[in-house]
């Protein structure tokens, strides 16, 4: 039997990305993953810019592989970048490669056209100067960030130890509208158990990182767009179940 394969780039330490985007992607596309080389030593502002550096050598770790989709499932490196040089590196790497390719940030970026969302609330795990690189993004690319909520973990700002309880606790002591759109940012964050409780009782729409990246990955690997939808993790890849359905 003949499969889609999805190749994904990701952090070296990054621990939610392959388990939710397994998760996402489902039945229907087989993932094939390298990571990120590790620099240690230099600063956060170093090591993300390196990220970017490595970007284009990271293609070659699939060589000989066929695959349908590619993605860089990591965001804060993106941060660095304007949205317009986001797009133009991903066309490069794509063109480069004859396989379509997203960064994390371009995938989402479609994703919000797709399901036609203006107006954001930007979730947030990363330092403080990172947060607010993150917001001008996504105001340079066209999106109205009406609010910013800054998360953190008990010992610091990291995607990486965040739990999904203190992410649930932390956007509830928020008191976001009912109706509002979310956009947590970050493939290194436990998304999916959030999911459920946070829009229980309410009509928001959430939208995560490692969401979009399947979004985008599963829609290019087959030919179409599938389903966005707010619960993807009970009824099969990226289906919907009950509430707001994008």
């Not at 690319?141 to 990486?160: E, I, K, M, P």
């Not at 969401?211 to 599938?226: N, T, Y």
């Amino acid at each position: 039997m003949s499969r889609n394969r999805v190749g994904v780039i990701v952090a070296p330490a990054n621990p939610s990305a392959e388990p939710e985007l397994t998760r996402l992607l489902g039945s229907r596309a087989d993932m094939h993953v390298a990571r990120l080389p590790v620099r240690p030593g230099p600063s956060l502002a170093d090591r993300l810019e390196g990220y970017n550096a490595a970007l284009p050598a990271m293609a070659g770790a699939f060589e000989g592989l066929r695959l349908d989709a590619m993605v860089m499932a990591c965001c804060e490196p993106r941060y660095l970048l304007g949205p317009d040089e986001d797009r133009e590196q991903c066309a490069e790497m794509t063109a480069a490669t004859g396989v379509p390719f997203a960064s994390a940030t371009l995938a989402t970026r479609e994703a919000l056209d797709h399901v036609r969302v203006e107006d954001i609330v930007l979730v947030s795990p990363y330092q403080p100067w990172v947060t607010e690189l993150a917001e001008r993004f996504w105001k340079t690319a066209g999106l109205n960030v009406t609010r910013v909520v800054q998360v953190r973990a008990r010992d610091g700002y990291s995607s990486y130890a965040l739990t999904p309880s203190e992410l649930i606790s932390q956007v509830e002591l928020a008191e976001l509208p009912a109706d509002a759109v979310l956009l947590f940012t970050g493939t290194g964050l436990p998304t999916l158990p959030v999911l459920g409780p946070l829009t229980s009782g309410n009509d928001r729409m959430l939208l995560t990182s490692n969401l979009c990246v399947a979004w985008w990955a599963l829609s290019r690997a087959v030919g179409r767009h599938v389903t966005l939808g707010r619960l993807p993790y009970r009824r099969g890849p990226l289906a919907a179940q009950g509430g707001r359905t994008a």
